[in-house]
C-alpha cells in the first residue's frame, strides 16, 4: 500500500516564506487572517520532506506574494499546484514556485481551488485514492464533476487579479498562469478560453492532464503557451504535451516546449541533479522574451 500511496503522491504531486503576503477569499475578495471555523480543509505533512499536502478544499483562495518594488516588473502570475482534484501539492507546486518568481520580480499568486471531498476520519484517508490510481479511467470518473468548479476558480482568479491590478501593483495586461498536472489542466483551460478577462497574457501547463481539451479548437489570437514535462513522466503526460504544442503551433499559434529525458510526473521545485531541475530558468528566459521579465 505505501508504494501505492506513493505512485497517487506523484500525481498529488515552506509556506514560511519570508516575504509580503497576503490571503484573500476568492468568493468575497476579501483579505482573511484565517480560514473559517467551519473551514473543511485539511493539511498533510510529508515527515520526510517537510512538504504539505492540502486536502477538501471548499473555499477557494488566494495567497498573494508580492516582491520588493525595486525589482518588480509588474507582472503577476497565478500558480496552481497539482493533486488530481483530489489534492494540492501546495509546498513543490505552489509556494516554492511563488518564492522562484518573486525573487525575479514577479507578484506570485498561489490558487487553492476547489477539490474532490476525501473522507479524513478513515484510518487512511489516502488509501482509497491509492487504489484508485492502479484504474486511471476509475480515477478520471471520480475527479470529473469537479474538475469545471477547479477551472471556474482559475478563471476567477485571473479576473480578481485583473480587477485589483492597481492594489496589487501590476499591469492588468500582464496576468499570467503556471499549472502542474491538474493545476496544468486549469492553465490550458485559461488559455482556451474565449473570454478576454479570464484570458491570461500568457500560460504555462507543466505536466499537464489535459483529456478534458481533446476537442477543443484553439481559440483565435490564443495566448502563447509554455510547456514543460518529462519523457518519463509517471502518466505518459509527455504524449499530449507533444500534441497541445502541435495543435497551438498549427493555427500558428505561440508555443514553446520542453520535454526532458527523465524528471517523472511532479517535479515541480525538486532537486534531483538533472537538467529537468532548471525549467523555471527556461520558464522565465520566455517570459523575458515575450516582454514579461525586465523591471518596468
Known amino acids: 500500500?505505501?508504494?501505492?500511496?506513493?505512485?497517487?503522491?506523484?500525481?498529488?504531486?515552506?509556506?514560511?516564506?519570508?516575504?509580503?503576503?497576503?490571503?484573500?477569499?476568492?468568493?468575497?475578495?476579501?483579505?482573511?487572517?484565517?480560514?473559517?471555523?467551519?473551514?473543511?480543509?485539511?493539511?498533510?505533512?510529508?515527515?520526510?520532506?517537510?512538504?504539505?499536502?492540502?486536502?477538501?478544499?471548499?473555499?477557494?483562495?488566494?495567497?498573494?506574494?508580492?516582491?520588493?518594488?525595486?525589482?518588480?516588473?509588474?507582472?503577476?502570475?497565478?500558480?496552481?499546484?497539482?493533486?488530481?482534484?483530489?489534492?494540492?501539492?501546495?509546498?513543490?507546486?505552489?509556494?516554492?514556485?511563488?518564492?522562484?518568481?518573486?525573487a525575479k520580480g514577479y507578484t506570485a499568486i498561489v490558487l487553492k481551488y476547489r477539490l474532490v471531498h476525501i473522507n479524513m476520519e478513515a484510518a487512511n484517508p489516502l488509501a482509497k485514492l491509492g487504489k484508485?490510481?492502479?484504474?486511471?479511467?476509475?480515477?478520471?470518473?471520480?475527479?470529473?464533476?469537479?474538475?469545471?468548479?477547479?477551472?471556474?476558480?482559475?478563471?476567477?482568479?485571473?479576473?480578481?487579479?485583473?480587477?485589483?491590478?492597481?492594489?496589487?501593483?501590476?499591469?492588468?495586461?500582464?496576468?499570467?498562469?503556471?499549472?502542474?498536472?491538474?493545476?496544468?489542466?486549469?492553465?490550458?483551460?485559461m488559455a482556451y478560453s474565449d473570454d478576454s478577462q479570464s484570458r491570461p497574457a500568457f500560460s504555462a501547463p507543466i505536466y499537464p492532464y489535459l483529456a478534458p481539451f481533446d476537442q477543443q479548437a484553439v481559440p483565435s489570437n490564443a495566448t502563447p503557451l509554455f510547456i514543460s514535462v518529462a519523457a518519463d513522466d509517471d502518466f505518459k503526460f509527455d504524449g499530449n504535451s507533444a500534441k497541445l504544442y502541435q495543435k497551438w503551433k498549427d493555427s500558428g499559434a505561440s508555443a514553446e516546449l520542453h520535454i526532458y529525458a527523465k524528471g517523472h510526473h511532479g517535479f515541480g521545485t525538486k532537486k534531483q541533479n538533472l537538467p529537468v531541475d532548471q525549467w523555471i530558468d527556461r520558464f522565465t528566459e520566455w517570459l523575458a522574451f515575450l516582454g514579461y521579465g525586465a523591471k518596468q
Open 132 to 189: 484508485l490510481a492502479s484504474d486511471f479511467k476509475v480515477l478520471e470518473n471520480r475527479m470529473a464533476p469537479d474538475v469545471p468548479l477547479a477551472i471556474a476558480d482559475g478563471r476567477a482568479a485571473i479576473d480578481y487579479v485583473k480587477k485589483n491590478a492597481a492594489k496589487l501593483g501590476i499591469n492588468p495586461a500582464k496576468v499570467g498562469i503556471v499549472g502542474f498536472s491538474a493545476g496544468g489542466t486549469i492553465a490550458a483551460a
Open 1 to 102: 500500500m505505501k508504494n501505492k500511496l506513493l505512485t497517487i503522491a506523484l500525481f498529488l504531486g515552506i509556506h514560511g516564506i519570508s516575504l509580503a503576503q497576503r490571503v484573500i477569499d476568492l468568493s468575497s475578495g476579501k483579505d482573511i487572517a484565517a480560514m473559517p471555523a467551519n473551514n473543511t480543509e485539511f493539511v498533510m505533512t510529508d515527515s520526510i520532506s517537510g512538504n504539505r499536502t492540502v486536502l477538501n478544499v471548499t473555499k477557494p483562495s488566494l495567497t498573494v506574494y508580492t516582491p520588493k518594488k525595486e525589482i518588480s516588473n509588474k507582472t503577476a502570475i497565478v500558480i496552481c499546484p497539482g493533486g488530481a482534484f483530489h489534492a494540492l501539492d501546495i509546498d513543490n507546486e505552489g509556494y516554492s514556485v511563488a518564492k522562484l518568481l518573486v
